[in-house]
């Protein structure tokens, strides 16, 4: 046989071969049992395996396979002794079905967007031009009167040591811990609060400041001008964000080019909702 037909021959059983391999490759639609002539399939399995919690689905395939076949073949028993089933059931499904093809839709929305060149422009355009902030440091005394709050202030200018005063006489669960607030920024106290630490200078003693806990003592510790933070460090919030951002606005797109009417529902007595028994009907 001439060396070409040779090499020709064998080209063509090996791709024969080949194709014959791959149809034989397991995929989804394998079957891997049946009940009473109704399919259970590779990709079911491995749908279920999926859903399992976390502590069984780490565990090796080989511990598995033969238990969620085993689940699989008795829900099928048992969904088969339904004759007729349940409306909720086809409900249930509709609803399953919605939610899953909106994640998908969600899934692939990010999975195209969420770049890195997005999230550094959402990142700068958060923190890059914005104005420095400034965080203080303060102590409080919380009493319930004006009078105490005033002799406390009065006994603070004279010398007396400020956590001391708070640990001995203030009402607030900083109290043990000599009245330290720690480090805050604007829209972290209430208001009454932050205007009255805005307005002092570090080392001062405010006079009674009424809040809706009380009379505070307030002792300015130290100020701050803080510095915007790296990336890395809010991260995790630059991608909640962005996340948020652009499902907001693809599903703002949607609702632009669709026809809703909820007028239906108007009508309706809202207590409908846990009218359990209408999905018996």
């Known amino acids: 046989m001439p060396l070409r037909h040779f090499i020709a021959s064998t080209a063509l059983v090996f791709g024969l071969a080949t194709a014959s391999y791959a149809e034989d490759m397991p995929n989804a639609e394998t079957v891997v049992a049946s009940v009473n002539g109704k399919t259970i399939t590779l990709g079911e399995m491995i749908m279920m395996?999926?859903?399992?919690?976390?502590?069984?689905?780490?565990?090796?395939?080989?511990?598995?396979?033969?238990?969620?076949?085993?689940?699989?073949?008795?829900?099928a028993l048992l969904a088969e002794s339904i004759e007729t089933p349940p409306a909720r059931v086809a409900i249930a499904l509709k609803n399953e079905q919605r939610q899953l093809l909106a994640a998908e839709a969600i899934d692939a929305l990010l999975a195209a967007q969420m770049s890195e060149d997005a999230i550094k422009a959402a990142y700068d355009a958060k923190y890059a031009n914005a104005q420095p902030a400034t965080e203080w440091n303060a102590s409080h005394i919380l009493v319930e009167t004006e009078e105490a709050a005033a002799d406390l202030a009065k006994q603070a200018r004279e010398g007396?040591?400020?956590?001391?005063?708070?640990?001995?006489?203030?009402t607030g669960p900083s109290g043990p811990n000599g009245g330290q607030l720690g480090w805050f920024?604007?829209?972290?106290?209430?208001?009454?609060?932050?205007?009255?630490?805005?307005g002092m200078q570090a080392e001062q003693v405010s006079d009674p400041v009424q809040t809706q806990f009380g009379w505070h003592v307030i002792r300015l510790n130290e100020t701050r001008v803080a510095a915007a933070p790296d990336l890395a460090e809010v991260r995790p919030e630059i991608e909640a964000e962005l996340q948020q951002k652009l499902i907001e606005e693809q599903l703002a797109k949607l609702a632009q080019g669709a026809n809703i009417d909820q007028s239906a529902a108007a009508g309706l007595d809202k207590s409908l909702l846990s009218r359990i028994d209408l999905l018996e009907d």
């Open 185 to 198: 920024g604007a829209g972290m106290m209430v208001p009454a609060f932050e205007q009255a630490v805005a």
């Open 160 to 170: 007396a040591d400020f956590a001391e005063l708070a640990k001995a006489h203030s």
């Open 49 to 75: 395996k999926g859903s399992l919690p976390q502590q069984f689905a780490q565990l090796p395939d080989e511990m598995l396979f033969d238990g969620i076949l085993n689940q699989l073949v008795q829900q």
